[in-house]
């Protein structure tokens, strides 16, 4: 399977594939309008990626400039064999890189592996719509989150400042404080906010002890602070089940992956650390 950027010549092909899949699932083709954006995919998209196999086009994904993910498309003879992640990497890969903290995708509830796809990648639902394509079809949102930041903070016994999620995650993990960056967020500002939303506390950033990129597009950016002000604890109506002082040795399962690949490097008091690819949890 080959991954590429699509061009203007490879729009007939693309649009073959995205209406071989409506008539697939019986869904309305509206060549004139709400599928127009086909005839030029490079001018319609800020982005647009094609899987192919033996020199054809066989699934299709599109980058909007808002930041949302349109048109992911497989033709039956590419499913079950990752490209439906290949082509959803490389969406989130590029929304980052063009400077979206988060990646907003729409999908017709029918589309059931669409969805197990999406959540596997770690995007959440978000909410649901009636969307105005011919068929006035019902779709879920998720959001994926494309780019976080956290704090790490020592106490003076050596011990780690740790959280662990709560009803909002099935999974109950411990990490470090932290969350996703708002937009046009400074990584470092998004650590100091997110420790102060979730534990109360003001932390400031003393050191960046490395950036981690997951297999999944995702990319987090840990920093070694000190406790300013306050006493972490959990804050009302917070989505945190647990805030507490752990040493590195004691740090319970499950883990986030942030606190999985950033810890040792945080004990180790090392700097700039650059990984990526990373598997995930």
Known sequence: MKLRRAVAE??????????AVYDEFGFTWDGDGYHADLRDVTLS???FFVAELDGAIVGTAGLTERG???RLYLLPSARGGGTGSLLLRAVAEEAREQGHRRLEIWTDQRLESAHRLYERFGARRSGERVNDDPDRSAEWGYTLALEGA???VFDNAGRLLIVREGSGSARGRYGFPGGTLETDEAPARGAVRETREETGA???VESRIGSYGS???HVVHAFRCRLLVGTPELQPGGELAEVGWFPPGEIPEPRTNALRYALADAVANRRDIER?????E
């Not at 490879?10 to 209406?19: H, L």
């Not at 990526?276 to 995930?280: A, C, D, E, F, N």
Request: aromatic content about 4%; hydrophobic content about 45%; proline content about 7%.
């Open 45 to 47: 998209y800020a982005a």
């Open 202 to 204: 003001t932390v400031e």
């Open 68 to 70: 949302s993910l349109e």
């Open 10 to 19: 490879d729009s007939p092909a693309v649009a073959a594939v995205v209406r």
């Open 150 to 152: 956290c704090a790490v």
């Open 215 to 217: 297999d999944n597009g």
């Open 276 to 280: 990526t690819g990373l598997p995930r």
